[in-house]
């Protein structure tokens, strides 16, 4: 057992060195600037940018297989995509700093999200993300409006995103 936590210790903790060293190249950029220059790549190789998303707000969930606060959260942003749908989208992108395309087109096959996914190192280090579950929320005008690092739980996960979502939405 203690091997078992330790090596996943160990795991963990490069990680979040490879996290840090990929941030700290652009640290210094402004998120409006890194949010207009994005772009991501979804699964079949076809880039997007936030533009391409415009009218609706959109959270871009950063997470990977492993985060089990990451999957936990999955079912209550599912729900709000559902909810809101004609106001809200979820991109959940994958840095890719522990999980290899495999692991998330399974975790993609396994999973009937309502989700775009996307593969963004750089965004995720542009826009200095340190840890996941973190999510970046983004008007329907295509600027930043806030972040959310970590999750409390869904139902009040699902509170915070609702009341973003209402604050933001086109009326």
Known sequence: MKTSFYTLLIILLIGQT?????????????????????????LDGTELTVSDFEGKIVLVDVWETWCAPCIASMPTLHDLAENYSADFMVVALSPNIMDSPEQVEEFVDNHDYNFT?????????????????????????????????????PEEDYIKIKDIIEANRLQ
């Open 18 to 42: 490879q996290f840090s060293c990929a941030q700290a190249s652009n640290s210094g950029d402004n998120k409006e600037e890194v949010i207009d220059n994005a772009v991501f790549t979804d």
């Open 117 to 153: 996914y996307v593969y963004g190192r750089q965004f995720a280090a542009d826009m200095e993300v340190q840890s996941i579950p973190h999510k970046i929320f983004i008007g329907p005008d295509g600027k930043y409006l806030t972040t959310i690092v970590g999750s409390h739980g």
